[in-house]
């Protein structure tokens, strides 16, 4: 069984609201559900839309993944990413590619699970 799964479609066609309403599934069972989103404005949108009582934390992709200016840098291994059962990346194009190479790391490291 796979560890990974990709929603795709094009603009308007209700990819967050899908994977917002798999979180909400999940969390709604016992997982605890982290949503990361590459921009600020995204996590609001989603926390909005989420209701409240749940184990869903949303955060921007950097602030989850400890993903610092290369000027900042120093490897975080990905440990707190444990605490979920469950991973959501919203927008996911949307990183450049130092970001996702950072987050390919941290996926490998977190084997064999969150689901994500």
Do not use: N
């Not at 949503?35 to 992709?61: K, M, R, W």
């Not at 900042?72 to 991973?87: E, I, K, M, S, T």
């Amino acid at each position: 069984m796979s560890r990974f799964l990709l929603v795709t479609g094009g603009p308007g066609t209700g990819k967050t609201s899908v994977v917002l309403q798999c979180a909400i599934d999940a969390a709604s069972t016992g997982c605890r559900v982290l949503i990361a989103c590459p921009i600020g404005a995204l996590v609001s949108v989603c926390g909005q839309q989420l209701p409240p009582g749940l184990d869903i934390v949303v955060e921007t992709i950097h602030s989850s993944y400890k993903i610092t200016r290369k000027a900042d840098a120093q490897y975080v291994p990905p440990g707190r990413l444990r605490h979920f059962d469950l991973l959501v990346f919203d927008e996911c194009s949307q990183p450049e590619d130092r970001v996702w190479r950072e987050m390919r790391t941290a996926l490998r490291e977190l084997s064999p699970g969150p689901f994500v």
